[in-house]
């Protein structure tokens, strides 16, 4: 509804004539032409008196104000009339207090009302329309315990037509006169929250189109929630209490998550500190009365909540404030405390001083079963509104991970509790889970510690084992050692949480560089990487878990039993490897300048492959008993293509320790153990980027001394270390039987020595040259080709190591005394095939028994392989047929007789009925040439 507002007053210039009948079923009450009595509704709406019993009238005409009544209240101390707001109210020079109201007011009739203010408006006398509805909130106040109907539902159709009316100053403060606790009634007196909620929804209905609410509201619902909580807590008056809450900017719970609200609004509070409700359960018709009305003529059914405070937002804030550091400052003992401030405490905690205020004393109230219920809410609602992660908010989470509960209701709340912290700002995290772990390591350790670490890692599966880590990272950069604590600490975490965290996120955070001063500036940085390798090994043999061990053991006994966990195991720790690797070929020399000693340990040491007493010497974990098995589950994993190509890499880097040598002999290492868990079920060995032949031929390249300076004009050869050579043809070898597809199809074409090699392991037989080759002169030209090659390379290498004698030793090189020809060999990978040294050609005999690698190339399909030996071992047998045939007929011993053989048999396939048998004939060259020369 499009409702135009006024500048001053906002009272609308030309107000609708109250004779139109209003919508639905409601009948219009007090019109001119009826003399005095109102005619109620029959059936829709009853009077309120109609619903009481006889003694229920007796003892509400006793409830009204009276001298006596007066004077026996003031008899009795213990009872004050006046709720504790109001004393801290009275106290304060901030704000004004809430004024009664300050215009007279003029007494009419209910039932002519509607007409007096009409005729008033008809005169353009604001004054009198402003003193006639104080004055009928006069007689409201005057009959709170049985509030006149037609007076009520007048105000309220008033409303309903004429909002603005009701928007003046002096009405706004006869309204919230009757939002306050009338001192007339004492604690005994029956009443009836009718005319509160009457005045919310006049309020609701003046102010709802405006942005900027009076401070007045803010303070009456401040008095109402510390005392009987009239219409906070009404549902009837949800909608402006809400818009009231605006001013808070507090987050409120969900009803499903509030322990108090599913006891509704109470008769009262009977807790310390606050005072029974006025109302009955049996006053419920006329609330229902209400409520029909409500329905009948609300201009929404939920009305809309928006920000009403923001200029005042200020003085807002410090008001509530002051009233609620008056209220916990009092001398009062903790179980004199108020549920009803505990309420207001979980209203506004939006505030980041509330929430403070109220952390410092929430252990007391929750252990407190008077106060447990709001106590829980108001952890709910404290944990939610922790969203600035400012000093005051890690304040608060601070207080909250040292809060000890034992009772498991309140433990799994404080859970729930916990996961909507985290939920609050993405900060939280990270301070959540330091504080945790901190608090573990200090005297005053919380034994929920690990049950919260549990509940963090179950909600943020990935997020938070990377802070987990970082706090593990700052652990180690102590100036004291914290390896042996740090070990300790995280197998406890591992224990506790029942493996549920992810293992690779928590490792990769480990890895990850920091730029803080504190890492910038860090002493023991040799230290620091040493103690993060450990903790990388430490982390992947946590991840055994009794399920792993179980698969492991099975499969070492031949059973396929969980191979599920254990394959995904296996997958984990080979993932975890690669990010190691990673870490120290990019992070590490950014660090520190590791030794080379130091380096080269920490790189054997995260792919296990390092002695084994570096792995427990510190604690003696794994114990004895499971110390060779876990260390042989964590190294029987599959290789990934990135570890292997960033393992050449650094051994190809001059600026990392690891040699080339040295990566040759651990990139073999790997592979090898990588293709000896081979199983249908594993990807064990997946390469497909043809770089890594370049990469591994690379390695074993032979470079000369750089200060010694050649001849001018003189191109040194292409060399290899002969062992390093022959190693990455086999390591190479054992790839393309795992990768035929890419690796194996490369080789095939383009590098015949590895082409050879695979020809040897499929067919079994490791003789050069190869038994592929069946035809004698091939052979022949093979062997004369490797020794004229050999015999070049000898040349080569005495030539260019004379040269570099002559640069240094001035000595004269001969095959006798040269040092290099024994150690060098030609490096063309893709010229004619060299001859393997017999120890190479056992070793790939070995090889192939223990790998199976003739059985995998031979198996492939794509490309295949085999049929292409099967082809070219036809093609020679018919060429070597042929030419015994030609030598028959045509040499120096052919004969008559022999002759006539062949020709008869040709001429025998030729007048085949075969189609086949004659094309063959045909096709036959030895056929053809005599076809030509009977020509």
């Not at 007090?30 to 006889?54: N, R």
């Not at 704000?95 to 009419?108: F, G, L, R």
């Not at 011993?893 to 075969?914: G, H, N």
């Amino acid at each position: 509804m499009n409702r135009p507002k006024p500048t001053t007053l906002r009272r609308p210039s030309a107000a609708k004539p109250s004779g139109h009948p209003p919508p639905g079923d409601f009948i219009a009450l007090g019109s001119k032409s009826q003399g005095g009595e109102p005619k109620a509704p029959a059936v829709l709406l009853k009077p309120a008196s109609t619903g009481l019993p006889a003694d229920r009238k007796r003892e509400t005409s006793s409830a009204l104000p009276s001298s006596s009544g007066l004077s026996s209240l003031a008899k009795r101390p213990k009872l004050s009339t006046t709720p504790p707001m109001l004393q801290a109210v009275d106290k304060r020079a901030i704000s004004p207090s809430i004024k009664e109201p300050s215009v007279v007011p003029i007494e009419v009739s209910p039932a002519v009302l509607l007409d007096e203010i009409e005729a008033a408006e008809s005169e353009g006398n604001d004054d009198r329309i402003e003193g006639l509805l104080c004055g009928a909130v006069k007689q409201l106040k005057l009959n709170r315990a049985k509030p006149d109907i037609t007076l009520y539902l007048s105000l309220m159709f008033l409303a309903k037509i004429k909002p603005n009316v009701f928007a003046t100053e002096g009405i706004i403060e006869a309204l919230c006169s009757l939002l306050r606790r009338d001192a007339s009634i004492n604690f005994k007196a029956k009443g009836n929250s009718l005319v509160s909620v009457l005045a919310c929804n006049l309020l609701m209905a003046a102010y709802e189109e405006d942005e900027n609410w009076p401070e007045i509201f803010v303070k009456v619902y401040i008095e109402d929630s510390l005392g009987e909580r009239i219409w906070v807590d009404s549902s009837h008056c949800k909608n402006f209490v809400d818009n009231i809450q605006t001013a808070f900017g507090t987050k409120m719970p969900p009803k499903s998550m509030l322990l108090q609200a599913d006891t509704g609004r109470t008769g009262g509070d009977l807790s310390a500190g606050s005072s029974p409700h006025p109302s009955t359960p049996d006053e419920d018709d006329s609330q229902t009365e209400l409520l029909i009305a409500e329905e009948k003529l609300s201009p929404e059914d939920d009305g809309q909540v928006m920000p009403r405070y923001d200029e005042l937002a200020e003085s807002v804030e410090d008001y509530v404030l002051d009233v609620l550091r008056d209220q916990l400052n009092r001398r009062q003992p903790m179980d004199n405390v108020s549920r009803n401030l505990l309420r207001l405490l979980t209203a506004t905690c939006g505030y980041k001083e509330a929430r403070l205020m109220a952390v410092q004393r929430l252990e007391m109230w929750l252990q407190n079963p008077k106060l447990t219920r709001p106590a829980q809410d108001l952890l709910m609602s404290l944990c939610m509104n922790c969203n600035s992660h400012g000093a005051d908010d890690m304040e608060v989470i601070s207080n909250l991970i040292k809060i000890r509960l034992k009772p498991k209701v309140l433990l799994n709340h404080y859970m729930l509790c916990v996961r909507e912290l985290l939920n609050a700002h993405r900060d939280n995290l990270g301070t959540t889970v330091k504080l945790v772990i901190f608090n573990e390591l200090s005297n005053a350790r919380n034994p929920n510690n690990m049950q919260v670490l549990h509940t963090v890692l179950q909600h943020s599966p990935e997020q938070a084992p990377k802070f987990l880590a970082m706090v593990f990272q700052d652990l180690l950069t102590n100036k004291d050692d914290y390896l042996r604590a740090s070990r300790a600490l995280l197998r406890e975490i591992i224990k506790q949480t029942k493996h549920e965290i992810n293992f690779q996120s928590f490792c990769f955070g480990l890895m990850q560089e920091r730029k803080e001063a504190s890492y910038v500036d860090m002493e023991f940085k040799e230290r620091f990487v040493i103690q993060v390798t450990d903790l990388l090994t430490v982390s992947m043999m946590l991840g055994i878990t009794a399920q792993v061990k179980e698969a492991g053991i099975a499969w070492d006994k031949g059973e396929k039993k969980n191979l599920e966990v254990l394959r995904s195991f296996q997958n984990q720790i080979a993932s975890i490897q690669r990010d190691a690797v990673w870490w120290l070929h990019t992070v590490v020399p950014t660090i520190s300048k590791v030794g080379a000693k130091d380096y080269v340990h920490c790189l054997h040491k995260v792919l296990f492959t390092e002695q084994p007493e570096t792995y427990y010497k510190w604690d003696n974990w794994p114990p004895e008993s499971d110390r060779n098995f876990f260390l042989r589950l964590c190294s029987e994993v599959p290789l990934l293509e990135d570890t292997l190509m960033r393992i050449l890499v650094i051994g190809l880097s001059r600026d990392l320790p690891l040699g080339p040598a040295d990566a040759m002999e651990l990139a073999d290492h790997l592979v090898k153990r990588a293709a000896g868990v081979q199983s249908d079920d594993l990807e064990v060995l997946k390469v497909e980027r043809i770089q890594l032949i370049d990469a591994v031929l690379n390695l074993c390249t032979y470079h000369h001394p750089e200060n010694i300076q050649l001849p001018a004009g003189y191109q040194p050869p292409n060399l290899a270390i002969s062992t390093l050579y022959w190693k990455a043809w086999l390591l190479l070898l054992v790839v393309a039987a795992f990768n035929p597809q890419k690796i194996g199809l490369a080789a095939w074409d383009g590098y015949p020595t590895l082409k050879m090699l695979m020809e040897m392991v499929m067919t079994n037989n490791y003789t050069f040259p190869p038994c592929t080759v069946a035809d004698e002169d091939t052979k022949t030209e093979m062997i004369n080709r490797e020794l004229q090659i050999s015999q070049r390379e000898k040349q080569e290498i005495l030539a260019f190591e004379s040269h570099l004698a002559a640069a240094s030793t001035k000595q004269t090189i001969t095959e006798s005394n040269s040092l290099l020809l024994s150690q060098l060999t030609s490096l063309d990978p893709q010229g004619p095939p060299r001859r393997p040294p017999p120890q190479v050609q056992e070793q790939v005999k070995s090889l192939n028994q223990s790998l199976r690698l003739g059985h995998l190339l031979c198996r492939s399909r794509n490309p295949d392989f085999l049929l292409n030996i099967i082809q070219r071992q036809r093609q020679q047998k018919q060429r070597q047929l042929l030419g015994r045939l030609q030598d028959l007929l045509l040499g120096p011993k052919a004969d008559e007789q022999t002759t006539c053989e062949v020709l008869d048999y040709f001429l025998r396939r030729l007048s085949s009925s075969q189609v086949a048998s004659r094309v063959l004939a045909m096709k036959v060259p030895f056929y053809r040439k005599l076809k030509t020369s009977s020509h």
